[in-house]
């Protein structure tokens, strides 16, 4: 575990524009949660899917507003509260809201950089006694953690479940990373920084079992135990953009790549999974890491060759392996 040293590193750093935004996660175009809800499978707009949440209306786990944005992040009108209780249930017990990116374009290919930022406040603070898993892929090969380790009060990083790197997670301060994902070479590094400070690189790159669909990155949280109290979680400056990186916060407008953000609606989708039966759909094959069966699902069932359906929390989820 290394701690971050954020003022001597930050001013050895220079702020630098230079990449490609591929997708834009901007919460600007949502001006409610209701914008969330124009989402489904077989009406597939707008920059996110929204399947994973409660049974509450969408209100009740997400909320726009220029005040839960990073004020560092200029080129975002809104940011996101993102809110899970006990009703924050799906195929498992565990409490979970997650956002996954809607686009056509490739999430996994060359060196990619994949940029949040995220706070907390002292109100519905996240318990630190439990495990939450945040901004992480179907696989795990690289993700953030709170409440593990010896410093369970710290935001962890990890690589295939190792601790690599942490720094306390404060109250009111917008924490802002950046995945150095090199699809190519199998290996992923961390940048950093707080508030409106450039990003620097904590980690260098290290060898990863780096795999995505495109559509596996989980915008959210994911608590391992349900339980009271609600926590608030605040997410901005959400997107992903090809190498150089840029580490200045906020700053993507020079993208010779106009973001992805809209598919065609379609009229059926026999490849993606509706929530509301249990019938497997048949002919298609999932892709390793997707899900291949559990309660509510109704999707491939089958694996692409060599994978193989897994129980990964039975009834619940299954996922190619």
Known sequence: MVAFKWALLT???????????????????????ADFDKWSWANQVGTYQWYIHGSQPTSHYLATDAAHKNPAVTRETRGLKMTIDTTATWNTQMERAELIPQTTANLGT?????????????????????????????????????????KPTNLVWMIGGVEKWSTPFTADTWFNFAYDINFSSKTVGLWASTGGSPLV????????????????????????????????????GVYIESGPITTAIGSSSNSTSPPDTTVPPVTASPTLPPVATTTAAS?????????????????PSECTSPYACVAVAAPYYYQCQ
């Open 11 to 33: 001013a050895f750093s220079v702020a630098v524009q230079a990449g490609t935004v591929v997708w834009d996660g901007s919460f600007s175009n949502f001006a409610s949660a």
């Open 110 to 150: 060359g060196n990619l950089f994949y940029h949040f930022s995220i706070k907390r406040t002292a109100t519905n603070p996240p318990d630190s006694t439990l495990e939450h898993q945040i901004a992480f892929f179907e696989s795990h090969f690289t993700e953030l953690k709170y409440g593990v380790g010896s």
């Open 201 to 236: 690189k904590v980690f260098q790159n290290a060898a990863a079992s780096t795999s995505t669909n495109s559509a596996d990155f989980h915008v959210g949280v994911l608590r391992i135990t349900n339980r009271n109290p609600p926590e608030d979680w605040y997410w901005s």
């Open 283 to 299: 002919g298609p094959q999932q892709s390793q890491f997707g899900q291949c069966g559990g309660t509510g699902y109704s999707g």
